[in-house]
């Protein structure tokens, strides 16, 4: 199993590699951050012209937050296309079901 380590922000790792994505590509963000960083991470991306697609992944159903009861009130304020997977999610068909 791969364990998150380090603590640069999603939005920081971003904005260092989004000058090396070529304009027009499609970039997969997958990421337990918190909502409002994949958000700023979306805007970045799209304003460099490229088109983002979001696996959000539920941290509380990961334990891998304080909080044990799942975020079901997840909303995502942007046109990109967007997934959202628990612990537990049959993954094949958590990506062909955007919550979009």
Known sequence: MIEPEGNLPIQSLVDNQAKLIPTGSTVIVLSPAHPEAIIETVYTLERRG???IVIYLDAASFDM?????PNRSIEFNFRAPYYL????DNLTQALCKSAY
Request: aromatic share 0%.
């Open 50 to 52: 490229n088109h983002p």
């Open 65 to 69: 937050v304080e909080s044990k009861e």
């Open 85 to 88: 997977v628990r612990k537990g």
